[in-house]
């Protein structure tokens, strides 16, 4: 059997060819030290060399000052809804941006935790979009400002961050290392691997140091970020192969010419992907135009029983993974940095060959 062609799958995502490559290789033998990736201590100073490969890839790559931690954790994006709670608000409200699927999801767990207010909602927005700056509430006594850098589901990517008296924590599992973060404003950025980083089962943190420091000892040890702060995220096992995968993606990404050569491509296919929807008025992009994602294009046709039929069209030529999520139906191409160019020009050849005979 052959492999699909391109892969459009939110997540678990498309991985660079090379790294796939590689990373099967090293299954077998990693790079000269006998011995399987899966099955190195993680003690050892050959995966030692991988985890902090992944840490320095990420710092140099995301630019990470000095004055962040960088940690490799398990539990999913969906863990940090809490945990970030649990570790940041200290006694303080915390303000959440709620603008869609992901961000409701943030919200609702960090509420177990904390006392969390609603700082803007423009979850009912049709076309789905991200609040304006000057929609925003939020004020000094807040331990932070969240928000969800691109909301997956939904289709829509803040293009502009917000600026607020305290420090933003951003949920940026599908779209980090597509674009540059303002450090200056973050307090935290956290991100699941599995959209644009790597593999599943590891979880990016990269936290001010000062405010890890200052979390209640009372969290429970694997919850508290400074655990992991002082251990290199060495304190107990940790998900190596999916570490190592990442390692072998921040190689890849340098060698593609960082995170600003990636921008510049997602947004050449983003583009691309849009005029095709935006041509006439067959396809129907969901999300307001000032806040499509270049990660995460969705779109409708002009009935469900055409959708259906799209899809089982882009199956038979391998393009796969366009299903749209459950909850909001429709088309979802996700472009994420390992997307070659010739896929949204394979699905762009799509559309226009389907609508020729049914538009
Ligand atoms: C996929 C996703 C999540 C959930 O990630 P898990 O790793 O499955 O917990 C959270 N937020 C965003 C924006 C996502 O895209």
Redesign the pocket.
């Known amino acids: 059997m052959t492999r699909v062609k391109f892969n459009f799958s939110?997540?678990p995502a498309v991985l660079p060819e090379e790294v796939l490559k590689e990373a099967s290789q090293a299954v077998v033998e990693c790079g000269g030290t006998g011995m399987s990736v899966l099955c190195m201590s993680h003690r050892g100073g050959a995966y030692e060399a991988l985890h902090m490969e992944a840490l320095a890839g990420l710092r140099e790559l995301l630019r990470v000052p000095e004055s962040f931690a960088i940690l490799l954790l398990q539990?999913?994006?969906?863990?940090?809804?809490s945990q970030v709670a649990m570790n940041l608000a200290q006694g303080k409200p915390a303000d959440y941006t709620l603008t869609g699927?992901?961000?409701e999801?943030?919200y609702k767990e960090a509420g177990k935790v904390a006392t969390v207010r609603v700082a803007a909602d423009s979850r009912k927005e049709k076309p789905a979009r991200m609040p304006l700056l000057s929609e925003i509430k939020t004020g000094p006594d807040a331990a932070y400002l969240h928000i969800?850098?691109?909301?997956?589901?939904d289709g829509t990517q803040w293009k502009e961050f917000p600026t607020a008296p305290a420090p933003l924590v951003g949920?940026?599992?599908?779209?980090i290392m597509g674009r540059d973060i303002p450090w200056d404003r973050f307090g935290l950025v956290y991100?699941?691997?599995?959209?644009n980083l790597g593999p599943?089962g590891v979880?990016v943190v990269i936290v001010r140091k000062d405010l890890a420091e200052k979390a209640p000892t009372t969290i429970p040890v694997m919850l508290r970020y400074q655990t992991h702060v002082e251990k290199d995220s060495l304190h107990n096992t940790p998900p190596c192969f999916s570490i190592y995968v990442l390692a072998l993606v921040t190689r890849w990404v340098k060698a593609q010419g960082g995170v600003a050569a990636m921008a510049t491509r997602n947004k050449a296919k983003a583009d691309k992907l849009y005029a095709a929807i935006d041509r006439t008025g067959f396809y129907r992009g969901t999300a307001d135009k000032a806040h499509r994602s270049v990660m995460?294009v969705t779109f409708r046709l002009p009935s469900e029983d055409l959708e259906k039929a799209f899809l089982k069209e882009a199956e038979a030529a391998g393009l796969s993974g366009l299903k749209g999520h459950r909850a909001v139906g429709g088309l979802r191409a996700s472009i994420y940095n390992a997307m070659p160019a010739a896929g949204v020009d394979a699905l762009v050849s799509l559309m226009e060959t389907f609508e020729k005979k049914n538009g």
């Open positions: 939110a997540g539990g999913g994006a969906t863990q940090q809804f699927q992901w961000a999801g943030a969800t850098s691109n909301e997956t589901v949920d940026m599992s599908s779209d991100a699941g691997a599995q959209k599943a979880t995460n």
